[in-house]
């Protein structure tokens, strides 16, 4: 019956199934009508419904019923839902109706996992490299404004000068060239000359 | 500052490739030629026969009058290919006459009858030696007999590149063709601070030429158009090069480049060897790493020191060392300031590294701000110029406007207006 599988110990989060049997990439679970409790209405109900959740959830679903049982249940309804059916007595197990097979949901989200978590390495890589230039830049700016700190906080009258002054119009241009445009040497270069003057007065 | 100065202030940028020039109406563009000059053979029978043959051709025209391409270079003369002109070179200084007269020409005003010739404004090089400035004085003087200039003077490329940024106080470096000057600037140019490389665009010329050589393209290798577009395209300044060259090692396929000339059969690909896009950018700004020793040994040329005038260049100086040399030859109290301010000028310092590749290559800017850090110089600022190709020409019409014109030209600062009487 196991097919190559082992049992292996339940640790579902939904229905319980009262069997899991999972090899390298396949899982079945079983639900078991127990005999002595077959005719209790509401276990009876119980496991039908358990049965019908797990559906869907592992590759192979199975309803294990007692033989005596089987001749009064419409298999139909359980090859409508994908579910197979085990039939036993105390001798022998016999699957009756194969369970449909499905590709479950949790193999194909450990494809997609795999796929989500490439993209994420190769997110977490980016933001590293992102996040090293960063520490870089924060580290050299840290280091410059440290410096500057250090520095002298020497004055550039020349600088200040350059904005404080209006450049005239130039004769025969309307606009001046922009390179003009706040540029410092102008005042500057037009005191070539001047400064020598006052020095030797 | 007088309206006719404003009016007929003139620029002049005498680049090693290209001759950058007019006045300030201009605007922000100057206009642009190629700086050189073409010798014709005028006993040529072609020529005879014409009867039209001028003795030398500069602007547009050169190409009309190209003959054999054998006699390119002795016929075809670009006279600031070093960025100094040797004292006897007549040819050269030749070219610098019929090029400026050209420029002027082109701009002379023909209805204004008070015209008396342009506030001429010209910018050699840093390391030009005195009789360079003599030179082109007497050029100007005899230009000058045909009403073209009034008065002229000479400034330092650096310098006025720091004048058409607009920074008073900073460290120029401007890196050419031929050499690298490191010039720092207070207000004047602090000459006895000036520190020249002989190393430029030509050497990653060189290591690029090699690479070709090694990779199996040796006849490509010869022709120096295509190696300069090797370089320009597929060279990398990497930012530590051991490592980028480790990572390059290790997946070459990230690395990997090719260049491929469209129209023509032309392919280079670096394939395996990507790793060594990264050397180009790297000889430029230090030579020093033994990577380079094979090459050398190999008969690549080693950048010598040379003297040209009174200045020594330095061949295989890093270029962080070059201009940590140059600021602490200025006073102490200055040196903070002049970190603070470094303007990179000069197309040897147009790396642009992939957007992929931005862990392992580097701007320039980037890399020597790395450099100057290695060396303990923290807290500097690296800038690459506003407008690298216009910015002398921009500084030397700022220079014409401003000085005022009875501020005379004097040899001790090298400054001032040499009217053309005088």
Redesign the interface.
Known sequence: MTAGLAESPIADTGPIPDMLFQGEDTSVRVVILDESNWANRQTFLNSIMKVAALAGKSNRTYLALPKSAASITDARLFRERGIGLFTYDHRNVEEALPARYFETAAIVASQTNMASNDRFENEIRELR?QID?LERTVQSLS??L???RH??S?P?P??AL?STRTLRP????ENP????A?????????R???EEARIAR | MSEYKERYTFGMDFGTSDFKFGPITCGDIPKVLRNRGYFPDRDSIMMRALNQAPEIVVGDDVPLYLQSSEDLASRLVYPMRNGVIDRGDNRAWRVVNEISRFGLNMFRPKQDKNFEGFYLVASLSSVSPRYMYESLFETMKEVAKDGLVKASTVISQPFAVAIGHGVTTCVVVESGHGNTQVCPISSYPIRSALVAVNRGGGEANSITAEILKDLGYGDLAREEAFVRRVKEDLGLLPLNLEKAVKAAKDSPSKFRAKLKVSGTRVEVDFAEKSWQRFLIGEYVFNPQNELFQSYITRGMPRPKDIKIGDTVFEGMIDLAEAIVRSVEKCPVELQPLLYKEILLSGGNFSWQPPEKLRDFAADAPTKMKMLLKEKGIKGVSVKMTKNPQHSVWHGCIIYGYAVPEDYRWNWERMEGWLPVAA
């Open positions: 490299t230039t280091e410059e440290m410096s500057l520095m002298p020497a550039e020349l600088k350059a130039i004769a025969a241009m060239p922009t390179f003009f706040g540029n410092p040497w102008v005042e500057v270069l037009s070539r000359g001047r």
